[in-house]
């Protein structure tokens, strides 16, 4: 039987894990790589919060902009003077690819740095760190009947539902949100018509780093933060967007709520009885719920005919 | 209007085209004919800067724009219709005429349309449905409302009909005569059927491995008996 305190934990987890796939599935609409790099936008989100707040005491909530802020610049940074140059020198799909990797170890490595300065000047340990280490900081819930909803669940799926609203309109009823889609679909044609296609894939690495970085903000509220948790989250992220057919930013959020969802009731229901597993195989969970569906639907979960399936059934 | 003047163009170090010269005035079709591979696609390309020029000149209302790249073209008044690639396919196809006049005032657009759709009414039913619902006649009518919406002065068409019923190749050979006729605008249209090209257009040109063999009024070269059986099928 799967507990409410379950499912609340899994909507968190599938909040965090959207926010992040929305973002990698821009970026891959735009230059077609995979991002090794955008976990790390999440990490440098959670350490500007952490910083900011740990130093002045400050409610985390507060600095969520600055989060998105940073972690959308050092996004558009890393397009402007790493991934354009080497696409205008057209460097193929495995190029790029590389390179993403080289920034992710250098970013992750540079975070490594970041946190031992600010241990030796803070005398606090900056790794595996949660908001709990800011003086005067409490959790907040809400109480529903006989259960209490952590604060960061509501937020967070707040935080999500209306990002999704805002892409939605951005995207459809904005003259620069439709030529962003249509530059993402053919850049030439766009270029054609006075579309400034640089400005579009700019705007578009920036929200995607942003994104990346406010589900970084909501991380430490339950996972102890390092400069490694962007890589870790890095996979289940890929599996959330592919999942989703990486072309859409609405399959994105789909993906990212399968793969949430099946990561934390899957580890709850396999280490319960009749099972009693270890939970040592929970990373492999997303990856196995990707493999299958990709196997039954190979485009992804927005290429299925929903419309087609009802009146079939 | 447009003149193109000993132009060599290819892909890179490839050379396709090897020298060549034509004009296209107001109110005038070219047809652009000739077998598979003879570089009919290439020529429009590189007028429009999409393909290497090694050599030549594209002149367009008096000023070399041989150089220039094809967005700068596009504003100029050259409009390039591709076969395929020549629509937004997941946008509908208001959202397609919005970005045909992306730099144009709420109020320029609003009018422009207008103007497209008067022309063109068979798209007017479709405007909210997503191109790549549409049928290949019917894209074609949109990439061709998205040229007007630009008020392109030469409208460079490639192949419009490949792959079209009968039925709806008709209606789209009037629709390009109406250009000409109604609108007033230069035309290169490049075709692989080339005796329904030649009804329509009021001059002609033949390539052949890249080479220019003939230039000159379409009866003409449907009359030179060797030229019509061997280069382009009619007998």
Partial sequence: MISVEVLLDSLLFSNLITLMAIGLTLTYLTLKIPNFA??????????????????????????????????????????????????RR???????????????????????????????LQ?????????????????GTLKFGI??????TITSTLAVALITLFLYLFLTKTKFGIAMRAAIENPNLASTLGINVNKVYSTSWFIAG????????????????????????????FAASTLGGLESVFGAIIG????????IM???????????????????IPLVVLIVTLLLVPRGLTSINFGRLIRRG | MLAVKELKAGYDKLKVLYGVSFEVREREILAVVGPNGSGKSTLLKAIFGLATVHGGKVVFEGEDITGLP???KAKRGLAYLPQIGNTFERLTVYENLMMAGYTLSKEELKERMEEVLSFLPYIAPYLGRKVWNLSGGERQMVAMAMALMRRAKVLMIDEPTAALAPKVVKKLLRKITELRDVLGKGVILVEQNARSALEICDRALLLVAGKQIFLGDPNDLLSDRDLARTYLGVK
């Fill in chain 1, 256 to 263: 990212g709520y399968v793969t949430g969802f099946a990561e």
């Fill in chain 1, 210 to 237: 942003g994104l990346a970085g406010l589900s970084g903000a909501f991380l430490p509220f339950r996972i102890p933060t390092s400069p490694e948790l962007g890589w870790e989250l890095l996979l289940k992220t």
């Fill in chain 1, 147 to 152: 259960y209490e909803i952590p604060l960061v």
């Fill in chain 1, 123 to 139: 005398r606090t340990y900056y790794r595996g760190l949660t908001y709990y280490v800011i003086k005067g900081f409490k959790e």
């Fill in chain 2, 70 to 72: 094809p967005h700068v």
């Fill in chain 1, 38 to 87: 955008h976990g790390d936008m999440a990490t440098v989100g959670a350490y500007i919060v952490l910083t900011i707040c740990r130093t002045y005491s400050l409610n985390p909530y507060l600095t969520f902009p600055l989060a998105f802020l940073g972690s959308g610049s050092l996004s558009l940074l890393s397009y402007l003077f790493v991934y354009r140059p080497l696409s």
């Fill in chain 1, 90 to 120: 057209r460097a193929s799909i495995v190029v790029l690819m590389v390179a993403s990797i080289a920034l992710e170890i250098i970013i992750r490595s540079a975070l490594h740095v970041y946190a031992d300065i600010m241990s030796s």
């Fill in chain 1, 266 to 284: 899957g580890i709850s229901i396999l280490s319960g009885p009749p099972f009693n597993l270890s939970t040592s195989y929970r990373p492999a």
